[in-house]
């Protein structure tokens, strides 16, 4: 499957951004699929994933109640709705995909697309 991430943009500290990963193939209802993000300097950063129906939602502590994540099967898309944002949110955000599970790490030898920049300013 392939992804690509987009949306991203810069924003005031406070505003929101809808991030989209739109995927390519019929077998998309098949994945599950995550949300990572990388500021410059720090390590991947797990931010939540979605179960392959969409049923089940996994968010990291660091935003938790600040984003929702989100799938619409029919269009073979995928969203991330980044409520309150932070300059620490900042970041390349990347989606990735997997049939396994929703873990971290099961993503990690998924497939991942090209990432969109998030910058937040203070």
């Known amino acids: 499957v392939q992804l690509q991430a987009s949306g991203g943009g810069l924003v005031e500290t406070g505003g929101s951004l809808r991030l989209s990963c739109a995927t390519s193939?019929?077998?998309?209802?098949?994945?599950?699929i995550g949300w990572f993000r990388q500021a410059p300097g720090k390590e991947r950063e797990f931010l939540a994933a979605?179960?392959?129906?969409?049923?089940?939602?996994v968010y990291a502590d660091s935003v938790k109640g600040r984003f929702t994540m989100s799938r619409d099967n029919a269009k073979n898309a995928v969203y991330l709705q980044m409520n309150s944002l932070k300059p620490e949110d900042a970041a390349v955000y990347y989606c990735?995909?997997?049939?396994?599970?929703?873990?971290?790490?099961?993503?990690?030898?998924?497939?991942w697309g090209q990432g969109t920049q998030v910058t937040v300013s203070s």
């Open positions: 979605i179960s392959r129906s969409g049923s089940r939602t």
């Open positions: 990735a995909a997997n049939r396994i599970g929703t873990e971290r790490q099961r993503f990690e030898s998924g497939f």
């Open positions: 193939g019929d077998a998309f209802r098949l994945y599950n």
